[in-house]
């Protein structure tokens, strides 16, 4: 099988999929506007060829390129794990006349409005939402929702642009800082715990599925720079409190006729127990919780996805053991990571349990937490108990700290 991924070497775990996809059988074949020397060694070592473009926002100069550069090959299927390129793998499928995602279903992935008016029709519970385009529609929209609410971009991905707003003041204060944003979701605040539900799909059913936690809402740890956040990937997905989530997101997945590979939703349970949608993109989650789903089960997720793709089976037993929790670290200060107090000592009490350590070492710059959520590194933890496993990463939270100057 012959399968174009897109982007392979970007963002950071794409050469893991690569590598999954090669190692699944099937011949691989990268696109991306990276020169070649810049590809990690992990993707030069799996593609059997590599196309360089010089944009992938130009879908089509890029399907110009990729009819001539492969001439003479029949490409079997084309895939994307990045939110910015799930459009022009529908547009690429549709002109090379190959199966999977197509336009109008990557639409309802891409655009919120467009998911959530289809989920509506469904009878699933969305916040309620209003799509606009200028300031004078977002105060009408505002006002027939009422305070507070979110605002969010139509085509984002993650927390990026997207603000609580709990009054007319905070309204006019946010709104200039969206004007590079051409249209916005207004949507009616949830209140409630957040979660995932992060599924591999083959032909419509779901092969695989991963629930995590966000602790906190990743609104409120964006918006707070002090806070570590938190990602757990739940051992116990049948623990009834999640029952009517994942009879959500398979409603969802069936909704919006998705057929084969990964998809990441996020949804809501309030104090009362309703469940309420949030989003889903045709992709994995960001933030290396493809990783958390490897050591919550001890298996290969990169290389499931692959034969998902490309045999229509995962073809790997899967057994969940652990809880996993992801910490991200915030240094305090600006410049470059001075110095990192208590990461010894946590790592003596719990070091049996830690599995992944990404700080950033002293001496080199911070990341721009607005930016990345993964920002000055993180610790990811597993424990078969999930008491243990929150206790430990509450720990983390509060007693390991960055400084930089």
């Given at each position: 099988?012959?399968?174009?991924?897109?982007?392979?070497?970007?963002?950071?775990?794409?050469?893991?999929?690569?590598?999954?996809?090669?190692?699944?059988?099937?011949?691989?074949?990268?696109?991306?506007?990276?020169?070649?020397?810049?590809?990690?060694?992990?993707?030069?070592?799996?593609?059997?060829?590599?196309?360089?473009?010089?944009?992938?926002?130009?879908?089509?100069?890029?399907?110009?390129?990729?009819?001539?550069?492969?001439?003479?090959?029949?490409?079997?299927?084309?895939?994307?794990?990045?939110?910015?390129?799930?459009?022009?793998?529908?547009?690429?499928?549709?002109?090379?006349?190959?199966?999977?995602?197509?336009?109008?279903?990557?639409?309802?992935?891409?655009?919120?409005?467009?998911?959530?008016?289809?989920?509506?029709?469904?009878?699933?519970?969305?916040?309620?939402?209003?799509?606009?385009?200028?300031?004078?529609?977002?105060?009408?929209?505002?006002?027939?929702?009422?305070?507070?609410?979110?605002?969010?971009?139509?085509?984002?991905?993650?927390?990026?642009?997207?603000?609580?707003?709990?009054?007319?003041?905070?309204?006019?204060?946010?709104?200039?800082?969206?004007?590079?944003?051409?249209?916005?979701?207004?949507?009616?605040?949830?209140?409630?715990?957040?979660?995932?539900?992060?599924?591999?799909?083959?032909?419509?059913?779901?092969?695989?599925?991963?629930?995590?936690?966000?602790?906190?809402?990743?609104?409120?740890?964006?918006?707070?720079?002090?806070?570590?956040?938190?990602?757990?990937?739940?051992r116990d997905v049948d623990h009834p409190k999640l029952a009517d989530g994942i009879a959500m997101g398979r409603a969802v997945i069936d909704v919006l006729d998705f057929d084969t590979g990964f998809t990441h939703m996020e949804w809501y349970r309030k104090s009362d127990g309703e469940v309420v949608f949030g989003e889903i993109g045709a992709r994995p989650p960001g933030a290396h919780q493809v990783d958390q789903m490897k050591y919550a089960c001890?298996?290969?997720?990169?290389?499931?996805?692959?034969?998902?793709?490309?045999?229509?089976?995962?073809?790997?037993?899967?057994?969940?053991?652990?809880?996993?929790?992801?910490?991200?670290?915030?240094?305090?200060?600006?410049?470059?990571?001075?110095?990192?107090?208590?990461?010894?000592?946590?790592?003596?009490?719990?070091?049996?349990?830690?599995?992944?350590?990404?700080?950033?070492?002293?001496?080199?710059?911070?990341?721009?937490?607005?930016?990345?959520?993964?920002?000055?590194?993180?610790?990811?933890?597993?424990?078969?108990?999930?008491?243990?496993?929150?206790?430990?990463?509450?720990?983390?939270?509060?007693?390991?700290?960055?400084?930089?100057?």
């Open positions: 099988m012959n399968v174009i991924i897109l982007s392979p070497g970007y963002p950071a775990d794409m050469p893991e999929f690569t590598r999954g996809l090669a190692e699944s059988g099937a011949t691989v074949i990268g696109v991306g506007d990276q020169p070649p020397a810049a590809l990690p060694e992990l993707v030069r070592h799996h593609l059997s060829r590599y196309v360089e473009v010089r944009s992938l926002w130009d879908s089509t100069a890029v399907t110009s390129e990729l009819r001539k550069a492969l001439h003479g090959i029949e490409v079997d299927r084309i895939e994307c794990l990045w939110e910015p390129g799930v459009m022009l793998a529908a547009e690429l499928r549709q002109h090379f006349g190959v199966d999977g995602l197509g336009i109008e279903q990557a639409h309802r992935f891409r655009d919120k409005e467009a998911m959530k008016q289809a989920l509506d029709a469904a009878g699933i519970r969305t916040p309620r939402h209003v799509a606009v385009t200028s300031v004078a529609e977002c105060f009408d929209a505002v006002e027939k929702i009422g305070f507070p609410v979110i605002l969010k971009p139509i085509d984002g991905a993650g927390s990026a642009d997207t603000y609580r707003i709990n009054n007319a003041d905070e309204l006019r204060d946010v709104l200039p800082r969206l004007r590079h944003v051409p249209s916005i979701s207004v949507e009616e605040f949830v209140d409630g715990e957040e979660y995932t539900f992060d599924t591999i799909t083959i032909g419509g059913e779901i092969a695989y599925f991963n629930i995590a936690k966000y602790r906190p809402r990743p609104l409120i740890a964006r918006s707070n720079e002090w806070i570590s956040p938190q990602v757990i990937a739940l001890d298996f290969d997720v990169f290389r499931a996805w692959g034969n998902a793709i490309t045999h229509g089976e995962i073809g790997l037993d899967i057994e969940r053991r652990y809880n996993v929790a992801t910490i991200y670290k915030r240094a305090k200060g600006v410049g470059r990571i001075s110095r990192i107090e208590g990461a010894d000592a946590l790592q003596k009490r719990f070091g049996e349990h830690v599995v992944w350590n990404t700080l950033l070492t002293p001496g080199t710059p911070r990341r721009d937490w607005m930016k990345t959520l993964v920002s000055d590194g993180f610790i990811m933890l597993r424990h078969p108990n999930l008491e243990e496993t929150i206790a430990m990463a509450d720990a983390v939270g509060s007693e390991l700290h960055l400084y930089a100057e």
